[in-house]
Nanobody, 118 residues
Framework: QLQASGGGLVQAGGSLRLSCAAS????????IGWFRQAPGKEREGVSC????????YYADSVKGRFTISSDNAKNTVYLQMNSLKPEDTAVYYC?????????????WGQGTQVTVSS
């Protein structure tokens, strides 16, 4: 089970931190990814982290602004989002799986809405 939280409404240039709490599976066996889906658009990968070795991936659109981290003791992954832009507005989902593509992830949490006003 994956539980995402931390979304909200923020002005452009602001920050939010999303959390993804995992339970019911061996955390270290999977990568944890953050994905987002804006209205009328396909779900896209934002960032992911390997729970076992800490390797990270960021989409070009968020590099330098978002930071993913993992607290393995708490089975929780965080996504620190800084310098938010209106185009970051979407429902953000966390998922467990492999790789950087949506297709590699089979376990999904519910989404959390992020809205960035201009």
């Amino acid at each position: 089970q994956l539980q995402a939280s931390g979304g909200g409404l923020v002005q452009a240039g602001g920050s939010l931190r999303l959390s993804c709490a995992a339970s019911g599976f061996t955390f270290d066996d999977y990568a944890i990814g953050w994905f987002r889906q804006a209205p009328g658009k396909e779900r896209e990968g934002v960032s992911c982290i390997s729970s076992s070795d800490g390797n990270t991936y960021y989409a070009d659109s968020v590099k330098g602004r978002f930071t993913i981290s993992s607290d393995n003791a708490k089975n929780t992954v965080y996504l620190q989002m800084n310098s938010l832009k209106p185009e970051d507005t979407a429902v953000y989902y966390c998922a467990a799986g492999y790789g950087t593509k949506v297709e590699g992830y089979g376990y999904w949490g519910q989404g959390t809405q992020v809205t960035v006003s201009s």
